[in-house]
């Protein structure tokens, strides 16, 4: 066998996962690894789409040079040029030296480019030349700079809206995804699941010099079947905790129900037998549309107290003496008096109710706005403006 394939072969275990979909996902993965073509990642947050990047990168004839990741995303829409192709001194205020940028650092290598979405129209347009011929001036620069740099690139967003909304260069968008890979979100992966926690507990034994008894048969079905956590770093992060908070005692149900309960906002994202079969989205609508009902009751409790309660005697914070309220209905308040509001002072308002139960959507369907305003019952254009006008 040729001595550089075994060594790819061995690299293969970058990426841990045994189920149909991570499996044909590596074999796609080391086809495009042997070429220089573009590759477009698709994944959710926490997938893992720099580690198949790098897993890419690995097993490419790149291995032995650069591997440069970049996060769109991160960088302030004003300098992610001149971090992206450099720049010359004095080219702007606080330039003062010249830099290479990152094109020029992965010349021969690969630069891994996360959230892709994220880059500014005007970046887009230079990006665009290099994509198609390799070359790119540095800013405040006229001389031209050749980067000979494999590019990976990946994204969380819909880039076909993205297209569509003209937030996104159509061309620049079809010239990277020469290949697109998507990465299955890990609730997806069944027993890769227990696989990557036996990998992460491995770690963390190691560092935390923690000996790890194990989970009971039910405890490993419970965080396999489980809806949450469906991404390899809440996965990490769970298993982290598990192990340092347990100090290594042997795992059971009601221990990792314990962790997963107050990992999660709500209980009903919890494991629960009666629910398997549900996927996660099933269950995140069925609480919004609870929440909502419970919120409808709010409101029709509150405007019966504002209605028909009777004025409430009011306590001065300093003394245990009983002012009752004056008897005028006047919205102009007396002078040296303290004015009585229609509603009890103790609860929200109808508005506050309101934006907590948006910011509550918002979270639990990781901010999607589509999703939300589904659950919600409201259109996409009524929910951008309620967060608007909330500051959400």
Excluded: W
């Amino acid at each position: 066998m040729n001595p550089r394939r075994n060594t790819l072969m061995k690299r293969e275990t970058q990426i841990i996962g045994q189920s149909v979909l991570i499996s044909q996902l590596k074999q796609l993965a080391l086809q495009v690894a042997e070429t220089d073509i573009t590759v477009l990642i698709i994944g959710e947050t926490g997938a893992g789409k720099e580690v198949l990047a790098r897993f890419i990168h690995a097993n490419s004839l790149r291995a032995d040079k650069s591997f440069i990741p970049v996060n769109c995303g991160a960088i302030p829409a004003g300098i992610l040029e001149s971090e992206l192709f450099g720049h010359e001194k004095g080219a702007f205020t606080g330039a003062v030296q010249s830099r290479k940028g990152y094109f020029e650092s992965a010349d021969r290598g690969t630069i891994f480019l996360d959230e892709i979405g994220e880059m500014p129209l005007e970046t887009q347009v230079k990006f665009l030349r290099v994509i198609e011929t390799g070359e790119f001036q540095r800013v405040g620069s006229s001389e031209t700079i050749y980067s000979d740099a494999r590019i990976i690139a990946a994204t969380n967003k819909n880039m076909y809206q993205a297209v569509a909304e003209k937030n996104f260069r159509e061309d620049l968008f079809y010239r990277l995804r020469s290949v697109e890979l998507q990465i299955p979100p890990l609730r997806e992966r069944g027993k890769d699941i227990l696989l990557l926690a036996e990998k992460f507990i491995h770690e963390f034994e190691h560092k935390h010099k923690i000996t790890f008894e194990g989970f009971s048969p039910d405890a490993a079905e419970m965080l396999m079947r489980n809806p949450r956590p469906g991404k390899v770093r809440e996965l990490r992060n769970l298993t982290e905790s598990l192990l340092v908070l347990e100090k290594g005692k042997y795992i059971t149900p009601e221990i990792l129900e314990k962790h997963l309960v107050q990992r999660n906002r709500y209980k009903s994202l919890v494991h629960d037998p009666s629910k398997s079969e549900k996927n996660e989205l099933q269950i995140i609508y069925s609480s919004i549309i609870q929440l909502r009902q419970e919120i409808g009751e709010i409101r029709q409790l509150l405007q019966h107290l504002v209605q028909t309660r009777p004025p409430i005697p009011l306590l001065l914070p300093d003394t245990s003496t009983v002012i009752a309220p004056p008897t005028s209905t006047s919205l102009e308040k007396p002078t040296g008096e303290i004015k009585h509001k229609n509603e009890p002072e103790f609860l929200l308002s109808l508005d506050d109710i309101e934006k907590k139960t948006i910011a509550d959507a918002l979270e639990v369907c990781h901010r999607n706005k589509r999703q939300t305003a589904k659950a919600l019952g409201i259109t996409e254009r009524t929910l951008y403006r309620k967060i608007k006008a909330y500051g959400l």
